[in-house]
């Protein structure tokens, strides 16, 4: 950082040997404020998005026009899966995001409370070398905020798992 000038940030995560398309969880902390939620056109900041070989894959992100968070799956050949739920269970402060995703569904928890269910999903047949944190690709759709305590696993924790996660706040 030089003053006045910021260099260009990629924060991204390799997932060879630790993601799959069948079965898993991403969570992470994420500080919300009115900028993560901003609706601007023709921009959708994004929580992570975990790109399929071909394609988007896995993303999580607010809406550009809608006050609402949006899980979107994608299969190889572009086809989406989409659901939204109201931002209005993030007030300014940290959050807790689980997205998990096993055979015939993927959801979102919010703060231990499941918001989204996405029943018999589209999704990729696998994964890119990465996936991206805070923004779509690296390039865009910038979230524009903090964020801690990331959080893969390779099984698709239970409800139960994820609430007990997020009330111990570890």
Not at 25 to 35: E, F, K, Q, R
Not at 36 to 46: F, K, M
Not at 131 to 149: H, K, P, Q, R, W
Request: with cysteine; hydrophobic share 40%.
């Amino acid at each position: 950082f030089i003053n006045g000038t910021r260099s260009p940030e990629r924060l991204t995560i390799p997932t060879a040997g630790v993601l799959s398309p069948q079965e898993g969880t991403w969570g992470l902390w994420v500080y919300v404020d009115s900028m993560a939620r901003r609706q601007v056109a023709n921009q959708w900041p994004t929580i992570f998005r975990i790109p399929g070989v071909s394609g988007a894959g896995i993303w999580l992100c607010h809406d550009n026009d809608t006050a609402t968070w949006g899980l979107r799956t994608y299969n190889d050949a572009g086809a989406p899966s989409i659901a939204d739920c109201s931002d209005s269970c993030t007030p300014d402060g940290w959050h807790h995001f689980v997205v998990a995703w096993k055979s015939g569904e993927i959801a979102l928890f919010i703060d231990g409370v499941r918001r989204i269910t996405i029943t018999n999903p589209n999704m990729p047949s696998g994964f890119a070398a990465n996936a991206y944190i805070g923004s779509y690709a690296g390039t865009g759709d910038f979230l524009n905020t903090v964020f801690d305590e990331l959080r893969i696993d390779k099984i698709a924790r239970t409800d139960e798992e994820i609430a007990a996660a997020y009330a111990s706040n570890q």
